[in-house]
């Protein structure tokens, strides 16, 4: 018999959503359009041409969602702010019917018991602002700062636990570098400086909600996969040092006070991403990133395996075949749970947090609800079972590991794949909204009432 994995009796266990993936509503009680908004909007952006215009309807059935959430014994439930909603020029004038909805929202937690852990930028900037420049530019990290003030004066008293940004690294380099994401511009020399204010306007917002919070912790949520190399040679470890550095220490080094890390400087410099240098650094910024944080939050899905001798000679991200369900979910994305002990040990030992949540974890597996409602999706359940035991395991390495978070409460809309993935824990019909509980959720509400498995 399998010994049990017993939990401290402190542990946070929560799911997590982002606004842009669920609320629907794109353009309802003054709301502003957001970057996704755009970018969704635009014919081939997206798989099959889906928007969020709709997603999980979340605005208007949010009652129904936290009843949802207080059936399953949730501790804690991490949702983003759209900020356009808030504030739909991204600055000035409130709009009253939005901080509204998110008032009620946390109202509504508080009330079935569930604590509301707040993100206030999970990638949809208001499309004012990207218009002006958006996160390129300076002015954008002070409106941050601004909208952080409204946001944590209206909702500080209730809400003491806040994210500012969700992986800024995926706005930088796949918004700005790549142009998979919104806004979809294909530069990474406007990369750099964009990763710049995302962190600046980081360090500015920390301050300011603690000032209008009491207690609160304040945090920042980065993405790490645990990159390894396909072999000892030279070639492939120097794939797996610049990847990491861009990806994860880019960020990190800086909010913990190490500047930016020189060798991926060095690698932005060889790209021609730096055509004037670092110029868009001012004097005191690297002071203000590294402002102290309560914790940090890892996402964490799966592992790069990294091999640079390839027929071009090109740095490639390699996957061994076959791919099956025992070994992969249907993002394509290898199931390596060992993966999250080395993240979670590499980021702790490396920066000593004060405090580590796991902000999101999960799986994509498209199991549909059988003639009863039922839906048997035993491939997430393992999922999730192997994840959860190795998050203990860094427990007991000694990393302060304080909750876990899994992605996501329910199935919605995936970025530029559209609805063609299901990340939830609960099935959503998008043609009638109506969900149904998976035995995923059904093992997750036994594992949240022991308190481990």
């Known amino acids: 018999m399998a010994n049990k994995i017993i939990f401290p009796d402190n542990f946070v266990w929560g799911t997590a959503t982002a606004s842009y993936q669920i609320e629907g509503a794109w353009n309802k009680h003054g709301k502003g359009e957001s970057t996704w908004d755009r970018f969704t909007h635009t014919p081939g952006k997206i798989k099959n041409n889906d928007t969020g215009d709709i997603a999980d309807d979340h605005y208007r059935l949010w ?3 936290i009843a949802l959430m207080k059936k399953l014994g949730l501790k804690a439930y991490r949702f ?9 020029a991204g600055r000035g004038k409130v709009n009253q019917k939005g901080l509204d909805f998110y008032s009620n929202l946390v109202d509504g937690l508080l009330k079935a018991g569930i ?3 707040i993100t206030l930028n999970h990638w949809d900037l208001p499309q004012k602002l990207e218009d002006e420049g958006g996160w390129a530019v300076r002015s954008t990290a002070e409106a941050f700062a601004q909208y952080a003030d409204v946001l944590s004066r209206t909702l500080g008293d209730r809400v003491k636990n806040w994210i500012t940004h969700n992986e800024p690294a995926v706005v930088a380099w796949m918004g700005y570098g790549t142009g998979q994401h ?9 990369s750099l400086p964009v990763a710049h204010h995302l962190l600046l306007s980081h360090g500015w917002a920390v301050p300011v909600i603690r000032g209008n919070s009491s207690n609160a912790e304040v945090g920042i949520t980065l993405n790490i996969p645990w990159a390894v190399a396909a072999s000892n040679s030279r070639a492939d470890l120097n794939s797996v040092r610049a990847d990491e550095g861009r990806w994860f220490r880019w960020f990190a080094d800086p909010v913990y006070g190490r500047g930016y890390p020189s060798d991926i400087t060095l690698d932005f410099d060889k790209m ?11 004097s005191g910024d690297l002071d203000v990133i590294a402002t102290p944080t309560d914790f940090v939050g890892l996402n964490y899905y799966s592992r790069h395996v990294h091999r640079a001798e390839t027929p071009n000679n090109d740095p490639q991200i390699v996957f061994p075949k076959p791919q099956n369900p025992e070994h992969w979910t249907e993002m394509g994305w290898e ?23 796991i902000t999101e974890n999960g799986a994509s597996y498209s199991t549909p609800p059988d003639a009863k409602g039922n839906v048997p999706d ?3 359940v393992n999922y999730l079972r192997t994840h959860f035991a190795a998050a203990h ?8 590991l304080a909750g876990y978070f899994v992605w996501s409460l329910l199935d919605n809309f995936e970025w530029s794949h559209g609805y063609s993935q299901r990340f939830g824990i609960v099935y959503v019909d998008y043609e009638t909204q109506k969900r149904y509980v998976k035995d995923s959720a059904k093992w997750y509400k036994g594992v949240i009432k022991k308190n481990g498995f």
């Open 63 to 65: 009652k129904k969602d």
């Open 80 to 88: 983003s702010i759209s900020w356009p909603r808030v504030l739909p």
């Open 115 to 117: 604590t509301p852990f």
């Open 182 to 190: 919104a806004p979809g511009l294909t530069d990474f020399s406007i």
């Open 272 to 282: 021609g991403a730096l055509p004037n240098g670092m110029n868009f650094v001012q």
């Open 335 to 357: 199931i390596e749970p060992d993966g999250l002990v080395g993240i979670l040990c590499r980021v702790y030992f490396n920066y000593q947090p004060r405090k580590v949540y």
């Open 378 to 380: 035993i491939h997430r």
């Open 393 to 400: 395991r860094a427990l007991q390495a000694g990393v302060p």
